[in-house]
């Protein structure tokens, strides 16, 4: 509440939420006690569909009363809980609070578990069937969204459970990957290629690496350039470098799609993959866990468990 920038807001709320209880309370007082005796069970003037008529009558008692319990309920409500502008409530509860509290319990419960894996080798954690189920479930939490609740990836995410990696598959390098994050950059070639028909010769080149049927006379054309422009980062022979995370454009595994339309793409306007850093978010155990998990998916050990 501290975000209000004059107490104006804090009464601009207190003010209208009083008046509505008040006026609630009075309108049902009024409808429940404004009745003339001798008008009692009297036809009103409204008729609908020719012989329904209306009958003088006072609201039921029991649905009064669920109104005054609603008021009432409201503002024990409102006493207790934060929700008259700044005022706290008796019982000083926040969300921040209740939400500390049940990583409190949480912590407590798994704190000694991730521990013990966080000493263990990795290797050693993918081999534990129960540790993998729980980095399953911490990756359905924080990776499925990026890589997929089956880890298989999407486009310009990419897929974990093949053994083909950007950045190296070994347990250190995933580790490091998910707790510093990772950025792929590729960049922009269009006009160094000279437009269009240069893009179009090189990623025809590319076909020709993973022996994917492609223009010969175009494909030459494009080694040309792709020794002069390519060779740094995806390397001479076009197997990629795990140090840039520079793909490997050899095995026909495709990060952004292998359509000739999405490989011009790529190589006209560049990429830029990025995975966050999660360090500080998850913290060294958990990442452990997680590094754990993502290794039992390459080596199969996590398909021999389901
Ligand atoms: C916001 C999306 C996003 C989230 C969330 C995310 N990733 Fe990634 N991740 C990526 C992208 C994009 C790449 C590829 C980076 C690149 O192209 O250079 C990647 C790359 C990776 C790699 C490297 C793969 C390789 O081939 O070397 C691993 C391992 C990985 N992520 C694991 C995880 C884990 C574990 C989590 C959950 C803690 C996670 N990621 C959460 C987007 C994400
Ligand atoms: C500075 C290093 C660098 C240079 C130079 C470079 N690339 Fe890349 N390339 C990358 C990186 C890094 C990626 C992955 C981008 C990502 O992760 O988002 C990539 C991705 C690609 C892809 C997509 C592969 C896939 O699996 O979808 C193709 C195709 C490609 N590069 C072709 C080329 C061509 C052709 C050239 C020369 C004209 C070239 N690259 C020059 C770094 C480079």
């Given at each position: 509440?501290?975000?209000?920038?004059?107490?104006?807001?804090?009464?601009?709320?207190?003010?209208?939420?009083?008046?509505g209880?008040?006026?609630?309370?009075?309108?049902?007082?009024?409808?429940?006690?404004d009745?003339?005796?001798?008008?009692?069970?009297?036809?009103?003037?409204?008729?609908?569909?020719?012989?329904?008529?209306?009958?003088?009558?006072?609201?039921?008692?029991?649905?009064?009363?669920?109104?005054?319990?609603?008021?009432?309920?409201?503002?024990?409500?409102?006493?207790?809980?934060?929700?008259?502008?700044?005022?706290?409530?008796?019982l000083g509860?926040?969300?921040?609070?209740?939400?500390?509290?049940?990583?409190?319990?949480?912590?407590?419960?798994?704190?000694?578990?991730?521990?013990?894996?966080?000493?263990?080798?990795?290797?050693?954690?993918?081999?534990?069937?129960?540790?993998?189920?729980?980095?399953?479930?911490?990756?359905?939490?924080?990776?499925?969204?990026?890589?997929?609740?089956?880890?298989?990836?999407?486009?310009?995410?990419?897929?974990?459970?093949?053994?083909?990696?950007?950045?190296g598959?070994?347990?250190?390098?995933?580790?490091?990957?998910?707790?510093?994050?990772?950025?792929?950059?590729?960049?922009?070639?269009?006009?160094?290629?000279?437009?269009?028909?240069?893009?179009?010769?090189?990623?025809?080149?590319?076909?020709?690496?993973?022996?994917?049927?492609?223009?010969?006379?175009?494909?030459?054309?494009?080694?040309?350039?792709?020794?002069?422009?390519?060779?740094?980062?995806?390397?001479?022979?076009?197997?990629?470098?795990?140090?840039?995370?520079?793909?490997?454009?050899?095995?026909?595994?495709?990060?952004?799609g292998?359509?000739?339309?999405?490989?011009m793409?790529?190589?006209?306007?560049?990429?830029?993959?990025?995975?966050?850093?999660?360090?500080?978010?998850?913290?060294?155990?958990?990442?452990?866990?997680?590094?754990?998990?993502?290794?039992?998916?390459?080596?199969?050990?996590?398909?021999?468990?389901?």
């Amino acid at each position: 509440m501290a975000d209000f920038t004059s107490g104006f807001w804090n009464f601009y709320i207190i003010i209208p939420t009083v008046l509505g209880i008040v006026a609630c309370f009075l309108l049902i007082r009024w409808l429940s006690t404004d009745i003339h005796p001798d008008q009692e069970g009297k036809e009103m003037d409204h008729v609908w569909d020719e012989d329904l008529v209306e009958l003088n009558n006072p609201l039921p008692r029991w649905w009064l009363n669920m109104f005054y319990l609603t008021l009432f309920f409201g503002i024990g409500y409102l006493l207790l809980y934060p929700g008259l502008g700044t005022f706290k409530g008796l019982l000083g509860w926040t969300s921040i609070g209740q939400y500390q509290r049940e990583v409190d319990v949480a912590d407590a419960k798994f704190g000694p578990l991730f521990k013990k894996y966080a000493e263990m080798d990795i290797v050693a954690v993918a081999a534990d069937p129960a540790a993998r189920h729980m980095g399953e479930r911490m990756f359905v939490s924080y990776c499925a969204q990026c890589h997929g609740s089956d880890a298989r990836g999407a486009r310009g995410f990419p897929n974990l459970r093949d053994n083909d990696w950007l950045y190296g598959g070994d347990p250190q390098t995933i580790l490091q990957t998910i707790l510093e994050g990772r950025n792929g950059v590729m960049p922009a070639w269009e006009a160094a290629l000279g437009g269009e028909t240069g893009v179009s010769d090189v990623a025809e080149y590319v076909f020709t690496l993973s022996g994917r049927k492609a223009d010969e006379a175009a494909a030459l054309r494009g080694k040309e350039k792709f020794d002069a422009m390519c060779v740094a980062c995806h390397g001479a022979d076009g197997k990629g470098n795990q140090m840039l995370g520079a793909p490997n454009l050899t095995d026909n595994v495709w990060l952004y799609g292998s359509s000739k339309k999405s490989v011009m793409e790529t190589i006209a306007r560049g990429r830029n993959g990025n995975m966050p850093p999660h360090r500080d978010f998850l913290g060294e155990e958990k990442a452990h866990l997680l590094a754990a998990y993502v290794y039992s998916l390459s080596t199969g050990q996590a398909d021999e468990q389901e």
